[in-house]
């Protein structure tokens, strides 16, 4: 079936930093993927859309100069936290959509982040 | 804006008790409703309704979906301990991402 593999799987670093994710799609092809994050105790919340080849569409109150995304190839979507702060900490989770097979969205592991 | 209701928010049972979950959404271009259950990672799916009144089931849990209505539920039978997690309902509507609800935490007690 439909594997998403997202790496790293746990970021511990100190503010300042910037910490690029990767979510792969290992068996389809995904024209889009989709970044989540999610706080303690909380849902998963949309951050943005991520279409290949073209730029990503970001929901309200996400900032797209700090959360970078891209989306190079079929397979490979990357989100780049930059200049992280303690309020960045969170569960970044992607997800990915086999569109020819017409199946549900399916989640990498999720990258866990922790700024100190 | 869409939008997805669940309830309850949390549930404690002991093991061999029946769950019904709830979710009721609002959505625009309503393309599908999806189950997922979470533990201490990504969720990881269960099932994916489209039609009206036809019953999904794997195992001890199934899942139905009314659109008139604009709800689903799912059902958990002879629940075991290892069905602690938080079930999440979510809509795709047109366009295409994921809206959840906020969860409902079931806890089953040996």
């Known amino acids: 079936g439909a594997v998403v593999s997202q790496h790293p799987s746990w970021v511990i670093c100190k503010s300042g930093t910037s910490v690029k994710i990767e979510c792969r799609s290992l068996?389809?092809?995904?024209?889009?993927m989709f970044w989540y994050r999610q706080f303690p105790k909380q849902s998963l919340m949309l951050m943005a859309t991520?279409?290949?080849?073209?730029?990503?569409?970001?929901e309200q109150g996400v900032e797209k100069d700090k959360f970078l995304i891209n989306h190079a190839s079929l397979t490979l979507s990357t989100l780049t936290v930059t200049s992280a702060h303690p309020e960045d900490s969170s569960f970044y989770i992607c997800?990915?959509?086999?569109?020819?097979?017409?199946?549900?969205?399916?989640f990498g592991d999720g990258t866990r982040l922790s700024i100190l | 804006e869409d939008k997805v209701v669940q309830s309850p928010l949390s549930l404690v049972v002991h093991e061999g008790d029946t769950v019904t979950l709830n979710c009721s959404y609002e959505?625009?271009?309503?393309?599908?409703l999806l189950w997922y259950k979470q533990e201490k990672k990504a969720p990881t799916f269960l099932f994916m309704l489209?039609?009206?009144?036809i019953e999904k089931k794997s195992g001890r849990l199934s899942s139905i979906l009314d659109k008139k209505e604009l709800f689903s539920i799912l059902n958990i039978t002879a629940t075991q301990t290892g069905d602690s997690a938080v079930y999440l309902c979510?809509?795709?509507?047109?366009?295409?991402?994921?809206?959840f609800g906020s969860g409902t935490q079931l806890t089953v007690l040996p």
């Open positions: 991520s279409n290949e080849g073209s730029k990503a569409t970001y």
């Open positions: 489209t039609s009206s009144g």
């Open positions: 959505v625009t271009n309503f393309r599908s």
């Open positions: 068996d389809f092809q995904a024209t889009t």
């Open positions: 979510a809509v795709v509507g047109s366009a295409r991402q994921l809206t």
């Open positions: 997800s990915a959509e086999d569109r020819e097979w017409n199946q549900p969205q399916h």
